[in-house]
């Protein structure tokens, strides 16, 4: 299980995470929903240490860390035990498919150059990117890159997979090829934490949906009870405005 208690972050005086708490089990996918600017990818930045959380603490594979005395070790830790994927993609411009995927691997990790390329390239398979190992990120589609992005984040067999909205900058002819990939994932019972739009990928594959609205965990619960009977009037506004007006019926 991972455990986040007492989550808080503040840019300046301007609180985005107000005492987050969240656990999550082993194999969970956990879908966060809600407004743009209520702290989504905050929530996932401050989880993997890419932000540094102001309050509260967190345990995660066994690590215990608390938010307000970290220590470089502690940092190394959380980012070991979690795997982000950026919706920009994040690549290295100037290595390949193969060598993005094996750079953790071999920096991090420590491993032999010719078995994390072993490792790159089976992942790369797994993705449908058989012929793309060599391809540079220039010469890949949107889709292919995100793709490239997922499977370093397999790379690096973590505890948690962060997804900050992963199909965000793709056209809409690649998002259904990334999604397909995520689905596999979640089959794979993949420990994930997905902040999207992608409604119908909430329905099809959490575990359970998370509605975040001003810094706040507003209303959570499995997809079928959060879409159809939501029961905070900040939930039930948000689907109606981004699912219909017919969505969102209250008990």
Not at 165 to 190: C, F, G, H, I
Not at 193 to 212: G, K, N, P, S
Request: net charge negative; aromatic share 6%.
């Amino acid at each position: 299980m991972i455990t986040v208690r007492g989550l808080t972050k503040f840019f300046g005086d301007t609180p985005v995470l107000n005492g987050i708490d969240l656990d999550i089990e082993q194999g969970e996918i956990i879908v966060v929903i809600g407004p743009s600017g209520t702290g989504k990818s905050t929530l996932l930045r401050c989880i993997n240490m890419l932000e540094s959380p102001d309050q509260g603490h967190i345990t995660l594979g066994g690590h215990h860390v608390d938010f307000d005395r970290v220590s470089n070790d502690d940092r190394l830790a959380l980012r070991r035990k979690t795997a982000f994927v950026f919706q920009n993609y994040a690549l290295f411009a100037n290595k390949n498919a193969l060598e993005n995927v094996a750079e953790r691997l071999i920096v991090v990790d420590g491993w032999p150059k010719a078995k994390a390329h072993a490792r790159a390239g089976e992942l790369l398979d797994r993705v449908g990117l058989n012929d793309k190992h060599t391809a540079y990120p220039a010469a890949l589609s949107g889709g292919q890159q995100q793709r490239v992005g997922i499977a370093r984040a397999m790379a690096a067999n973590s505890d948690l997979i962060l997804f900050d909205e992963p199909t965000s900058a793709l056209d809409p002819e690649w998002v259904d090829e990334v999604l397909s990939v995520m689905k596999q994932l979640a089959r794979e019972r993949q420990t994930m934490l997905v902040v999207t739009h992608e409604m119908q990928f909430a329905r099809d594959v959490a575990d359970r949906v998370i509605f975040m609205s001003g810094g706040n965990i507003v209303e959570q619960g499995p997809p079928e009870a959060l879409f159809s009977a939501p029961k905070d009037p900040r939930t039930r506004s948000f689907l109606r405005k981004v699912l219909g007006p017919q969505a969102a019926s209250s008990e």
